[in-house]
């Protein structure tokens, strides 16, 4: 299969070595510009998994590149030009060391939270009695620290991350306005679509006492989408909701025996599994943009990457 797994490109400027995130790998531009090649690597329980998913990168690269353009009029963003179907040129911001998580919907790690006990997440009161997939009155804001390489992210509390300096009480209060008013609109192009948008993370920097947003966004490895029809009757009858985003990934993980914990190996990912995966990700795709997902066919991604950044870092 055609994927893309690592890149170790020398582009002009670039000062240091490439960043290797779980699924980005990020180049500096003279402490200017960032060069964000999205790999097709796939990562659950903060831990990458062997095999690559053919057209991921594409897809998320894709998705993230729209959704910044149609939220534009709600907060700058880093992005300046999407040279090639897998990269992203923009700002190189500050970044601030949080992530605004939100949640419209009880699920997920939120779910299994509530289920043993707490009613409190991040210093979020949580009501009795709410069922799994229940729709917050309000969208909540959860956000974690953002974790050095390697380590896993940390629930965290606004008050937290107020009282030790990881961000000033202004600056936060402005991520999360930004935050709300993201998610606000990113709810509103999936129920257009037929979807749910039930719960994301956006990351934010500075540059130039500008806040800016950063990194993908409502992507399916940022967020969790349930299909609208049918919601209410699984909900009411308790059944699991039909769902694109990764939390499908992390089950099959689970149901296998795996959840990133010390000893534990991943299973064999078998080319049925990374099929199916793919074929998610297309669907996902395909539904939130309401365009047919295209694969840009290449014999050489490497050097058709590094082809397209070249021109356009030198023009």
């Known amino acids: 299969m055609n994927v893309l797994t690592k890149t170790e490109f020398e582009f002009p400027g670039q000062k240091g070595g490439v960043y290797h995130g779980k699924v980005r790998d990020v180049y500096n531009i003279n402490d200017e510009k960032l060069v964000m090649v999205v790999t097709d690597r796939i990562s659950a329980f903060d831990v990458v998994l062997p095999e690559g998913i053919p057209g991921k ?43 605004m998580i939100v949640r419209g919907y009880l699920c997920g790690s939120a779910w299994r939270t509530y289920k043993s006990g707490m009613r409190e997440i991040c210093g979020v009161k949580i009501p009795d009695g709410m069922k799994e997939n229940e729709r917050f009155e309000t969208p909540v804001i959860t956000p974690t620290t953002k974790a050095a390489h390697g380590a896993h992210d940390e629930d965290i509390s606004k008050e937290d991350i107020i009282a030790h300096g990881l961000v000033s009480k202004k600056d936060y209060e402005m991520l999360e306005k930004y935050t709300l008013e993201l998610f606000r609109r990113g709810s509103e192009i999936a129920t257009s679509r037929g979807l749910i948008l039930v719960d994301t993370k956006y990351e934010f920097g500075k540059k130039d006492g500008i806040i800016y947003l950063t ?54 990912m078998t080319q049925e599994i990374v099929e199916g995966i793919a074929n998610r990700y297309m669907e996902l795709y395909e539904h939130i943009t309401g365009e047919k997902f295209v694969k840009t066919e290449s014999e050489d991604i490497l050097k058709r990457i590094e082809t397209n950044v070249l021109n356009y870092l030198e023009n």
Not at 82 to 96: A, H, K, L, N, Y
Not at 235 to 253: A, C
């Open 57 to 99: 990168g594409q897809i998320l690269n894709q998705i993230a590149a729209k959704f910044l353009d149609a939220t534009c009029d709600i907060c700058p963003n880093w992005k300046l030009a999407t040279p090639d179907p897998m990269v992203t040129v923009g700002v190189r911001c500050e970044g601030f060391p949080v992530e």
């Open 215 to 268: 990194d993908e966004i409502h992507t399916p490895d940022s967020s969790r989408y349930f299909y609208l029809e049918g919601y209410r009757e699984r909900f009411e009858k308790e059944e699991p909701q039909k769902q694109l985003s990764k939390e499908f990934v992390r089950e099959w993980l689970m149901g296998n025996g795996f959840q990133g914990k010390e000893g534990e190996k991943i299973p064999p």
